[in-house]
């Protein structure tokens, strides 16, 4: 028979010792690692085995330490297995497990709240997502067949009959078996085994993980680059395409793209949604390529069936770009570059603030310029001319929000870049 000294206070004491020098690790190990998750709670693990470890001693003077430690233990174990087993959907489980754990930190406190009545509540919370992880450690560990997986998988059974064994002996006086001090030390072999296995006490191999980490990232940063830049390319093979196909037009995708920039500049999108609201710009004619020269170049009016052809460039330019997932993004700028404000554009007939910010922007961007050049069948209008247009016009085909910022900022002044040359911003 174990004595209860040594049970109580000793024991304790050592397995909470070992697991202080595996949580110190653990955080030494930050600096050295790109995926930092799985060390942090291997470090909340270590503490709250520590913890638990003193189960039976604290037990009998509070029933709240043994369960606060539980929901602690349960919430480190849990999503570490939630993590390793890379799931889809972990991030949902963790975010469920873990506000099911702070749900249950205060329920204790409640008023009336007894041992018997928070088990109940703490089994049906906690115990079905342990049963849960557990199989899927298991289903993991049968797939790839690694032996960590089915360590923890074995101490996962574990911990679950020891949790219920706690529960149980107290509720119902049982003799005492010390099934913290048990699970503890199981732990302990545990994370000693994930201490050697991910070579904690190597330092030089934790200088070379992070060169090889460090040297994984550079070359990934590299091909995005080459990726942006082939998209780039791509890009102005296309715009070329435009010009080509309609002389009158050239280099208006570029003044486009140049007002657009400033106004998004001016409404504080991000630098992600800046480099495809330059993409959109300058690609939102591209559906012109499939319309005929004959009604892209005439000099006259166009009648209601060609401007009926014309009217269909947003929707052929979407489809032009549909099968390029890198392009999803400017697929709406696009699409409703040619809705109006009050719902008398097209292609969808869309109004407000339902037509896209980077389309509205666009909009405004796209008639100033049609205006102030020149094309088949006019001259090009005068600057105070094409604003008193728009002035007009705003809240029925334009923004007027967009109106406001396009004139009061004075975006229509700005210097355009050479037409034969362009420049995007790649480090967005």
């Given amino acids: 028979m174990i004595s209860e000294p040594f049970c109580g206070l000793i024991f304790p004491t050592i397995i909470s010792t070992v697991c202080a020098i595996i949580a110190i690790l653990s955080l030494m190990r930050l600096r050295t690692i790109k995926n930092k998750h799985e060390n942090i709670v291997v470090f909340c693990l270590c503490v709250s085995v520590g913890l638990w470890s003193f189960n039976d001693h604290f037990y009998r003077l509070s029933w709240i330490y043994g369960k606060a430690v539980a929901v602690f233990l349960f919430a480190s174990t849990l999503t570490y297995a939630y993590l390793v087993g890379n799931f889809r959907y972990r991030k949902a489980y963790i975010a469920v497990l873990l506000v099911s754990c702070l749900s249950l930190m205060p329920v204790m406190f409640l008023p009336g709240m007894t041992l018997q009545k928070f088990s109940i509540v703490f089994s049906i919370v906690l115990y079905s997502q342990a049963i849960f992880a557990n199989i899927l450690l298991y289903l993991y560990y049968k797939k790839h067949k690694t032996a960590l997986h089915l360590l923890f998988s074995v101490f996962g059974s574990f911990m679950i009959a020891a949790g219920f ?213 006019r001259k090009a209008m005068s600057r105070d001319r094409a604003l008193e247009i728009i002035r007009e016009v705003a809240g029925v085909q334009l923004d007027p929000e967009v109106v406001r910022v396009f004139i009061n900022e004075k975006i229509y002044t700005i210097h355009h870049s050479s037409s034969e040359k362009l420049m995007l911003n790649f480090n967005a």
Wanted: net charge negative; proline share 4%.
């Fill in 165 to 377: 064994c706690d529960t149980m002996k107290i509720m119902n006086h049982w003799p005492i078996v010390h099934t913290s001090l048990f699970g503890s030390t199981a732990f302990i072999f545990t994370a000693g085994y994930i201490v050697i296995e991910r070579g904690y006490l190597n330092t030089k191999g934790w200088a070379d993980y992070a060169l090889e980490l460090r040297h994984k990232e550079t070359l990934l940063n590299e091909k995005y680059l080459l990726l942006k830049k082939s998209n780039f390319n791509t890009i102005i093979i296309l715009t070329q395409t435009i010009e080509a196909k309609d002389p009158y037009t050239r280099g208006h995708c570029l003044r486009v793209r140049d007002f657009s920039k400033m106004m998004g500049e001016a409404f504080g999108l991000d630098s992600e949604r800046l480099l495809f609201l330059e993409y959109g710009a300058i690609l939102h004619d591209i559906g012109k390529i499939l319309i005929p020269g004959r009604i892209l170049n005439k000099n006259g009016k166009l009648t209601d069936d060609e401007f009926a052809v014309i009217k269909n460039h947003p929707e052929i330019g979407v489809n032009i770009l549909a099968n390029v997932d890198y392009f999803s993004p400017i697929i709406p700028m696009i699409r409703h570059h040619h809705e109006w404000y009050n719902g008398g554009g097209y292609p969808d007939r869309l109004s407000g603030e339902a037509i896209p910010l980077e389309a509205r922007i666009m909009a405004v961007a796209d008639t100033y310029d049609a205006m102030t050049s020149d094309r088949p069948y």
